[in-house]
């Protein structure tokens, strides 16, 4: 298995430019999961899905981030319209079922000018 | 207070020495995690435990779950163990994880 992919690896762009970013979680993993890491805050949890469905989306900073996963193999997180301090890593990483080991991808790096 | 605390925040130590890394957290948890997270890089699951003590080659992890304290120990330390640790618990009834602010290990060789 190729583990859990996420693209782009580095993304700039220009405040108040849509941002999007990809997630193929593992095949046949049930969980997933968008976090964010900065200098700042550490890692925290954004969203999270199970069998697809958005389950604890408090993380999510305002309306400006929204999360899909319209199948089992495909997750996006959309910010719009980006702001300077949402530059962070975002990682995404799945996991097959409650309390097996999470997986995680490389994480997108995003800097927003 | 955070719910997931790590110390030290900082560890510096000579090749071959013997690390320890501590984690402590105030809740209920389900599960206990450690990750390892090299300079610029990704992240990468080491343990998952909910109860005694794993091993996998020069790691060890153990978990006191009265105490509500877990350690992560590196035997024979080498310079690519050099890394940030971070300790992360999960919920009874909630899958996500909350992480503690974690350890940069640093080994010299």
């Known amino acids: 298995d190729a583990g859990v992919i996420q693209s782009p690896r580095h993304e700039v762009t220009e405040m108040g430019q849509e941002v999007t970013l990809r997630c193929k979680p593992i095949?046949?993993?049930?969980?997933l999961f968008w976090y964010r890491q900065t200098m700042m805050r550490g890692l925290e949890l954004l969203i999270y899905?199970?069998?697809?469905?958005?389950?604890?989306d408090s993380g999510m900073p305002e309306d400006r981030f929204s999360a899909k996963m319209p199948n089992a193999s495909f997750s996006t997180l959309k910010i719009q319209p980006s702001e300077p301090r949402d530059s962070a890593v975002y990682f995404c990483?799945?996991?097959?079922?409650?309390?097996?080991?999470?997986?995680f991808g490389s994480g997108t790096r995003l800097t927003v000018v | 207070k955070n719910e997931v605390e790590q110390s030290p925040q900082n560890l510096t130590a000579q090749e071959g020495e013997f690390i320890t890394i501590n984690c402590s957290y105030s809740?209920?948890?389900?599960?206990l995690h450690w990750l390892q997270q090299h300079p610029g890089g990704g992240i990468v699951s080491l343990f998952m435990?909910?109860?005694g003590k794993k091993k996998h080659g020069r790691l060890i992890a153990t978990i006191n779950i009265q105490e509500k304290h877990s350690s992560l120990h590196i035997t024979a330390s080498h310079p690519r163990d050099s890394a940030v640790y971070i300790c992360?618990?999960?919920?009874?009834?909630?899958?996500?994880?909350?992480f503690g602010t974690g350890t940069r290990l640093t080994i010299i060789p």
């Open positions: 992360a618990v999960s919920l009874f009834g909630n899958e996500k994880l909350t």
């Open positions: 095949s046949g993993h049930d969980y």
């Open positions: 990483a799945s996991a097959r079922q409650s309390n097996y080991g999470y997986t």
């Open positions: 899905f199970n069998n697809n469905v958005p389950i604890d």
């Open positions: 435990l909910s109860s």
């Open positions: 809740v209920g948890i389900s599960a």
